[in-house]
């Protein structure tokens, strides 16, 4: 180190040291694409001067992270931030262990700069606790282009389209679709062929309303029809995780999966381009519409904590929201920016026409929130849903019937009070 540079740099680490605080952030982001995204936000901390404490729990999709936060808050030992999206946010507000943001939203003005559907997501009467990270698309079809090019297949916009390219997939002895045999995964694909099948007024009667009357029962069954139709071509036996299950359509094995966005984080960590190494495809029949997943990190009460990890944390939220954080990011989780008044100039082809998708979905209202990914429905709900269309997954059963089972499960979570 040259000699003049070094009292400069001691004087900066001095002033930081004096403000160094620790954050623990609680996630589940271990896929290689999600650890390289997070990465950006490690850097950023720790060169502001704090600490970074790891709490990673296995387990895409949340797994086990909300029992492990449970348990750690109850005992009294929250984490500085930890990844809870949607309704949970509501419920940790309501028990009155998040941190109120309310002031920093002002500093930045998150009023002006995110979108109301997002912001609604992070505030508790009027008050926000929780910090915005990105904008996951559900409904993607994503598809390995060396294959249809071999097999001169058109990127299918219907379902009778995929039908007729799958059975050629199928013939020439690939997998046609990778799909990881956990109930999240089911559930993810499930919920696209949903709003494919039975449109954006069924989806939001039957996820987010939980209206349930003949005409949505019978709309139900057709879902269910087609949703064995598309897991005939799958082999659940091959993989269990979802970034295996991109990886088999990375590597060429499998032409498709039906995954979020986040599944572009694998392909570009693997240094794969869309549109020439493989597509990002609307779920067939769902083109403008758009079923939404943001990934948030909500702040806990740090009472206890000392001065410099309360400021930790604020760093860590204005850090989240600040325009370098949202654009390296969102570039390596695959997901699209929160904030309203970024250019997207420097993002790829899926990730321009994502954004473009979620434009016009929010004018034709036909955005609308994942319930595989906790943005519909409470949590209580959601878990009898995913259970049950697990358990109908591994055993089918007539459509009419499966139909019939899944709707009372999802009655059944709305009777339960937790
Ligand atoms: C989602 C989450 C994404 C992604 C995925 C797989 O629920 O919102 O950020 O990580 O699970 O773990």
Redesign the pocket.
């Known amino acids: 180190m040259r000699d003049y540079i070094a009292p400069i740099l001691l004087s900066f680490c001095a002033f930081n040291m004096a403000n160094a605080g620790q954050v623990e952030v609680l996630h ?2 271990t ?1 290689g694409g ?1 650890a390289a995204a997070l990465d950006v936000l490690k850097a950023q901390m720790t060169a502001d001067g704090h600490e970074w404490l790891d709490f990673k729990v296995e387990g ?3 797994g086990n992270a909300n029992a492990e936060l449970q348990d750690h808050v109850l005992r009294g030992d929250p984490p500085t931030a930890a990844l809870i ?1 949607g309704l949970d946010i509501q419920r940790w507000a309501r028990l009155g262990f998040l941190a109120n943001l309310d002031e920093l939203a002002q500093n930045q003005n998150w009023a002006n700069l995110l979108p109301n559907e997002v912001a609604n997501v992070m505030q508790h009467n009027g008050q926000y606790v929780a910090v915005p990270v990105n904008v ?1 698309r559900v409904n993607w079809l994503w598809a390995n282009k060396s294959i249809l090019d071999k097999l001169n297949i058109v990127a299918p916009k219907t379902w009778s389209e995929f039908d007729q390219a799958a059975e050629k997939i199928r013939a020439a002895g690939y997998q046609v679709i990778a799909q990881g045999d956990q109930d999240w995964q089911h559930a993810t694909l499930f919920e696209t062929i949903a709003l494919s099948v039975g449109g954006p007024r069924f989806y939001k009667d039957a996820f987010v309303d939980h209206i349930f009357n003949t005409k949505n029962n019978k709309i139900m069954a057709q879902v269910f029809e087609r949703y064995y139709k598309v897991l005939s071509y799958a082999d659940l036996s091959w993989v269990d995780e ?1 970034p295996d299950a991109t990886a088999n359509v990375i590597k060429g094995e499998a032409a498709f999966q039906v995954m ?1 966005d ?1 599944a572009k984080g694998e392909f570009t960590n693997a240094n794969k381009q869309p549109n020439q190494d493989y597509f990002c495809l609307p779920v067939p029949e769902t083109q403008n519409m758009f079923l939404f ?1 943001i ?1 948030s990190f909500a702040m806990f009460n740090l009472k206890k904590s000392s001065s410099e990890d309360q400021l930790a944390q604020q760093a860590l939220a204005r850090n989240i929201m600040g325009e370098p954080f949202q654009k390296a990011f969102n570039l390596t ?1 695959g997901s699209i920016p929160v904030r309203t008044d970024m250019s997207m100039a420097s993002f790829d082809f899926c990730s321009q026409y994502s954004m473009s998708e979620f434009l016009t979905a929010s004018e034709q209202q036909t955005l609308l929130p994942s319930i595989a ?1 906790g943005m519909a429905t409470t949590g209580t709900v959601q878990g009898y849903f995913l259970e049950r269309l697990g358990e109908l997954t591994r055993t089918p059963l007539e459509p009419d019937r499966a139909a019939k089972e899944l709707t009372k499960a999802i009655r059944y979570g709305q009777y339960i009070i937790r």
């Open positions: 589940y982001w896929s999600e895409g999709g949340g999206k996951h979802w979020g986040w997943n990934d989780k990914h």
